[in-house]
């Protein structure tokens, strides 16, 4: 079957501009993450959607982060006025909402503010 | 919060087994053990989890002693493909879901 896929899968932009981030996660998984990985580091949780509601954003970074969900599948992450520091592998993940332990990542957006 | 310890690096050639040991000191009763494995460029790649005791699966073998307070990831015969950063980690519920990635453990494999 399909895993998570998120496109694009490389984005280069320009500092100050906006940038949307897309995630498809796995059919029938209700639980999705948002997690950021920069250059030789591991990963940094962002955001946690159950459904459409986001019960954890407490990594999300600063108020130019954002992120929505919508009929309980497919999300976005917006960054607004993007930074340098911003550049990073945006990753993606889902799951049963009664496994959380173990989510499917997908391949991730490489990001790359210039 | 459970905080997991483990090696940095860890280098190996070929055919040899592989043992990554984990500590997590403050893990609660309820918190099961999970590793993830990352090959470079790619998102992360769930591969045991476990409670105690033993736990095999086509991937890997994980040990876990009786008071649970490390773990033992064990890759039998390694191959070169085998090179990948493995994660340890004790998720937390009441954090959400979100797993807490440490640095991991570097393995690499020569020929």
């Known amino acids: 079957g399909a895993g998570v896929s998120q496109s694009p899968s490389n984005k280069v932009t320009e500092k100050g501009k906006d940038v949307e981030l897309r995630c498809d996660p796995i059919?029938?998984?209700?639980?999705l993450y948002w997690y950021r990985q920069s250059l030789g580091q591991g990963l940094e949780f962002l955001i946690y959607?159950?459904?459409?509601?986001?019960?954890?954003k407490s990594g999300l970074p600063s108020d130019r982060f954002s992120a929505e969900r919508t009929g309980g599948s497919v999300s976005t992450l917006t960054i607004q006025r993007t930074q340098q520091e911003d550049s990073a592998v945006y990753l993606c993940?889902?799951?049963?909402?009664?496994?959380?332990?173990?989510?499917?990542f997908g391949p991730g957006t490489r990001l790359l503010v210039l | 919060l459970a905080k997991t310890t483990q090696p940095i690096s860890m280098d190996s050639y070929e055919g040899q087994e592989v043992n990554i040991t984990c500590s997590h000191n403050?893990?609660?009763?309820?918190?099961?053990i999970t590793w993830y494995q990352q090959f470079p460029s790619q998102g992360p790649r769930f591969i045991i989890q476990?409670?105690?005791t033993k736990v095999t699966n086509e991937v890997a073998s994980l040990f876990i002693p009786a008071d649970r307070k490390s773990s033992t990831l064990s890759l039998p015969r390694v191959s070169l493909s085998d090179t990948a950063v493995y994660y340890c980690?004790?998720?937390?519920?009441?954090?959400?879901?979100?797993?807490?990635f440490g640095q991991g453990t570097e393995l690499s494999v020569k020929p």
């Open positions: 993940a889902s799951s049963l909402e009664t496994s959380r332990e173990t989510q499917y």
């Open positions: 059919s029938g998984h209700t639980a």
């Open positions: 959607f159950q459904g459409n509601s986001a019960p954890d």
């Open positions: 403050n893990i609660a009763t309820n918190d099961y």
């Open positions: 476990g409670y105690k």
């Open positions: 980690l004790v998720p937390v519920y009441n954090q959400g879901g979100k797993l807490i």
